[in-house]
């Protein structure tokens, strides 16, 4: 079954340093890949998702992740990250076959430091 | 305003009681999911349904039941509810535009 990996169960870095979150996917082909905040007591939101039309993926509030097929990897970048970024962060896949269900990473809890 | 509401927000049970959890959507989604979320563990797929009328198992689907008997509803039940069901459990639903996802209902069975 496809399925994404979370290299990282939490990261700290410095507020105004770039962010790397790491995720792997497994997948015969290339599968559709989204990532999802979640802030504190709060719902889900999408940042980005591939879905093969550019590898280089822009999402919102600065966010963008690189599709690597020949690493089959998915990370997610900041160039420079905010204290409002602080919130859990979800690599997502869409395992072929099925009825669009998502199937989650374990999630990767940034905290900003000031 | 367009959305997936679930309620209630916030429940607390006891061993061994029985709930519903509602999950309503507006925008005409065939497709509906129930997730949980526990620390650690990302969403995991409990029951989903592709249209009104259908269900089937996800990911952890043991002590819950659904049902979906009209379009914009997918319900999620709990017949016998025991302490490793404490959770925070998320419905969604989607078109071929993207995923909506409602609030979240945090349950605490003690």
């Known amino acids: 079954a496809q399925s994404v990996t979370q290299l990282d169960s939490h990261v700290s870095v410095s507020e105004g340093t770039p962010v790397l979150l790491r995720c792997n996917y497994s997948?015969?082909?290339?599968?559709?890949l989204f990532w999802y905040v979640q802030h504190p007591n709060k719902g889900l939101q999408l940042l980005l998702k591939?879905?093969?039309?550019?590898?280089l993926v822009k999402g919102i509030n600065g966010f963008e992740a690189e599709f690597k097929k020949s690493e089959t990897s998915f990370h997610l970048t900041k160039p420079s990250a905010h204290m409002s970024d602080a919130a859990e962060y979800f690599c997502?896949?869409?395992?072929?076959?099925?009825?669009?269900?998502?199937?989650f990473g374990s999630g990767t809890q940034l905290t900003v430091l000031p | 305003n367009a959305g997936v509401t679930q309620t209630p927000k916030f429940r607390v049970l006891k061993t061994g009681q029985s709930m519903t959890l509602l999950c309503a959507q507006d925008?005409?989604?065939?497709?509906m999911y129930w997730y949980r979320q526990d620390p650690g563990m990302g969403l995991r797929l409990i029951h989903y349904?592709?249209?009104?009328?259908?269900?089937a198992k996800g990911e952890v689907p043991d002590g819950y039941n659904v049902s979906r008997l009209k379009k914009q509803n997918f319900l999620l039940g709990l017949e016998s509810a025991a302490p490793s069901q404490t959770s925070v459990y998320f419905c969604?639903?989607?078109?071929?535009?993207?995923?909506?996802f409602g609030s979240g209902t945090r349950l605490t069975v003690v």
């Open positions: 591939y879905t093969s039309a550019a590898t």
């Open positions: 969604a639903s989607t078109s071929d535009y993207g995923y909506i």
């Open positions: 925008m005409n989604h065939e497709y």
């Open positions: 349904s592709v249209g009104e009328g259908t269900t």
């Open positions: 997502v896949v869409i395992p072929s076959g099925s009825a669009r269900q998502l199937t």
């Open positions: 997948s015969s082909y290339s599968p559709s």
